[in-house]
């Protein structure tokens, strides 16, 4: 029989097809309920998008070369999200238990380089065991390698890392230098050194979830922004998540059709009379945002203060916020250090930055002072001076202290700044001036209770109002609570083409 061309064509795809199919052939996932690395894929993007790149990559030979599988335990490649271009790469914890190889490391690399010369944003979905000892110090250089293009990538594209299962040692270093982390409840974990290894180095013993768990992470640590139910959650997370980003620092964030106003509690009757009275700041959230929805960001860790992105208008904004619901909405190490990573990240990428003031000031203590609440604490302060975004305040009740001059204020490059009639702006609360200010005539009176009374009034009367700082062009108007949402719409809408140019330099030196 005559081997013709058309044979020969014919064999060749059957060969390949072959290959094809051992390459994305799949086993049962490692723990039930979890999803294989490319239905976790196909879950994420649009259906139908995904292309595929590196799939007969091969892991390297290692002893006698027998177990050498397409694709090294990492599926690559890109696809779109709601018709937005996406790069996407996958650990498969069935190959090699998900650990990096030499192949896997260079693909993961390869898709990083992808998605900066294209410039879309990558999400990695995490499942892995770290590093893949046998094949030694070439697995340690390539998580150095996706660290280096972490940080290349930084503040240039949206990195968003998903974490599924186990994320140890080396592995960890990625997700953390990334903008935001999802993790799945009871599902995830995330540490450098695993339980076993830490009681037999240091005698103390603490399970996985205790120790790097999805609600250690989100709650104590704040190495993680989101707690998803499940993986379905998670990755709707992510789908939700990209919506509010721009696919690179050179272009706008998506925009949509302007939301509605939602029904709620009505601003003027948010903040209670009394000064030391508790309300939730969300409540004034969800009445100046489209539709009332805000996507928030490290919801359980440090709750002294909001992070969220959300929209007005149909455009995005970055939202930060006292909470007075969590003591009082000072700012501590905690919060200062979670709000101006956030910040900075809206300001990377062309985010206007909304703030609500309602902060007693820095948390004063021991432990904060030892703790470094001075270097961290300025992290704050650097992080809203740096911005060169939209800035909009809003002081809604007392702004007191270093809290008033950090939270937005005119003097670290606020553009517009509204307080309410209930705002109180001053160096302290009343009661704190006058026990400073009158101490001696309030020792030598003979009714000194109704002489304090007398002088905490008198000082209400002029500090405890937002009135002295409009004298002075530091609150650009004093607004009814009900017109905010209007008042801040028309101030993001003239922002639009603000121009802030900065001097040139390599780049600034954070207090880290």
């Not at 595929?52 to 694709?71: H, I, K, L, M």
């Amino acid at each position: 029989m005559t081997d013709t061309a058309a044979d020969r064509t014919a064999g060749r795809i059957a060969d390949l097809e072959h290959r094809r199919a051992q390459a994305v052939a799949t086993a049962a996932p490692r723990r039930q309920g979890a999803l294989g690395a490319r239905e976790r894929i196909e879950r994420l993007l649009d259906p139908g998008s995904f292309a595929e790149t590196g799939a007969f990559v091969r892991a390297r030979a290692v002893g006698d070369g027998a177990q050498r599988p397409y694709g090294d335990g990492v599926v690559t490649g890109y696809g779109t999200v709601d018709g937005r271009p996406v790069c996407v790469f996958a650990q498969d914890s069935r190959v090699f238990g998900g650990s990096m190889g030499e192949a896997f490391g260079e693909k993961t690399v390869a898709l990083m380089e992808l998605a900066l010369k294209t410039g879309c944003p990558v999400v990695g979905l995490n499942d892995s065991g770290g590093a893949r000892i046998q094949e030694g110090v070439n697995s340690l250089a390539l998580y150095a390698e996706l660290v280096r293009r972490n940080v290349k990538a930084s503040g240039v594209i949206p990195q968003i890392s998903v974490v599924l299962g186990p994320c140890a040692g080396g592995a960890a270093y990625s997700p953390a230098i990334t903008d935001f982390t999802v993790m799945v409840d009871g599902a995830s974990h995330m540490f450098v050194t695993g339980p076993d290894v830490i009681e037999a180095v240091t005698g103390e013993r603490a399970t996985a979830e205790e120790l790097g768990g999805a609600r250690t992470s989100n709650s104590v640590n704040g190495n993680a922004h989101f707690l998803a139910a499940d993986e379905g959650d998670a990755l709707d997370t992510v789908r939700d998540l990209l919506s509010y980003l721009p696919a690179n620092n050179l272009e706008r964030p998506p925009e949509f059709a302007p939301g509605s106003v939602a029904d709620g509690t009505p601003l003027d009757e948010v903040v209670p009379d009394r000064l030391g009275q508790a309300y939730d700041m969300r409540d004034i959230l969800h009445a100046v945002v489209d539709d009332g929805e805000l996507l928030y960001v490290q919801e359980l860790f440090a709750p002294n203060i909001i992070c969220a992105l959300a929209r007005v208008e149909g455009a995005s904004v970055g939202v930060v916020a006292n909470q007075p619901l969590h003591l009082a909405g000072v700012l501590d190490i905690d919060a200062s250090e979670k709000a101006a990573r956030f910040v900075r990240f809206c300001d990377a990428f062309g985010i206007p930055l909304l703030t609500f003031a309602d902060v007693p000031g820095y948390l004063s203590g021991v432990r904060q002072e030892r703790g470094g609440i001075i270097r961290r604490g300025a992290k704050l302060l650097y992080a809203y001076a740096e911005a060169t975004v939209p800035k909009v305040t809003v002081v809604v009740r007392k702004a007191y202290g270093g809290g008033y001059a950090v939270m937005g204020s005119k003097h670290l490059g606020a553009d517009l700044n509204l307080a309410w009639p209930t705002a109180r702006i001053a160096v302290m609360g009343a009661e704190g001036a006058v026990g400073v200010l009158h101490r001696r005539q309030l020792a030598a009176a003979t009714d000194p209770e109704t002489l304090r009374a007398d002088l905490v009034a008198a000082y209400e009367s002029t500090h405890g109002t937002p009135y002295l700082a409009a004298e002075r062009g530091y609150v650009d108007d004093v607004i009814a609570p009900r017109d905010t949402r209007a008042h801040v719409s028309r101030a993001l809408r003239a922002l639009r083409g603000k121009r802030a140019p900065m001097p040139e330099r390599r780049h600034g030196n954070i207090p880290l």
